[in-house]
Structures are given as structure tokens and as C-alpha cells.
């Protein structure tokens, strides 16, 4: 069985709204910028070439369960077809059901880093709310 494995298409969505990552080894955090030939890890900046040639940093995600509070609750509002496809998103681990939503709601999706694709699932993202009970905040 193959190991599931992060690829670009993946994290490119986020890549514009600063997507935070961490690197496994040493727990620290960067936010991943677009490729650079050259980089340097002091600038507290991760560059796409790095995270893939090296497999050791994980895209830092929300949950859509944090999201789904909200629309529950009355906080966050897409419309009743886009709240009924989140929630079933977020219900069923259906990772196609997000092609039914509006243009605007995946771009908040991708802006607030929620894991429409479920990566946290997969082992392939960070759940930015365990990153929060490390860091006892």
C-alpha cells in the first residue's frame, strides 16, 4: 500500500493567502512562499522546492469542523446550497463534494486555510487547532 503523499495541486490554493507549515523535526513554524531557486531557512520563510524535496513540513490546516460551528450557529453564512455541502463535506470525507460550491466560498476556504480536501485526514496537514493545545493557548 502506498503512502498517501502531498502534492502541489494540493496546497496550491493556499499559496497566496501565506499557508503556514511545520517542519516535523524541529516543530517550528514557516509560511510557504512560492518557488525560489535560492532560499534560506533565517528569513522564517519555507519555499516550495524545499518542502517537496524533503517531505518533513506539513501544510498547517483548519478543520472544516471549526467551520461548520459557525455556520451551525448562525456566525458564518454561504448560502443554504453552499452550508449543506459544507456540512455534508465535512460529515462524509466526500473530497468531490466541494466542486458543487460557489467560486466565493473556496476562495474563503482557501484565504482562512480550512481543509476543504481533508489532508488533516490523511495525515497529510496539521490540525492547527493540536498546534494550539502544544503551545497551551
Known amino acids: 500500500m502506498e503512502k ?3 502534492e502541489f495541486k ?12 511545520l517542519d ?4 517550528k513554524k514557516y509560511t510557504l512562499h512560492a518557488y525560489k531557486e535560492n532560499y534560506s531557512r ?32 448562525g456566525y458564518a453564512n454561504f448560502g443554504d ?4 455541502t ?12 466541494y466542486q458543487n460550491l460557489e467560486y466565493s466560498t473556496i476562495l474563503f476556504l482557501c484565504k482562512n486555510h480550512y481543509d476543504f480536501q481533508l489532508l488533516i485526514e490523511k495525515g497529510l496537514a496539521i490540525d492547527i487547532n493540536s498546534l494550539k493545545n502544544q503551545d497551551g493557548k
Open 4 to 6: 498517501n503523499k502531498l
Open 10 to 21: 494540493q496546497i496550491a490554493p493556499y499559496l497566496t493567502y501565506g499557508l503556514g507549515i
Open 24 to 27: 516535523l523535526a524541529s516543530s
Open 42 to 73: 533565517t528569513d522564517g520563510k519555507m519555499y516550495i522546492k524545499e518542502l517537496f524535496e524533503e517531505y518533513k513540513y506539513k501544510p498547517i490546516l483548519r478543520p472544516l469542523n471549526d467551520l461548520m460551528k459557525d455556520i451551525k450557529n
Open 81 to 84: 446550497k453552499d452550508n449543506a
Open 86 to 97: 459544507l456540512i455534508y463535506l465535512a460529515q462524509s470525507n466526500d473530497t468531490q463534494s
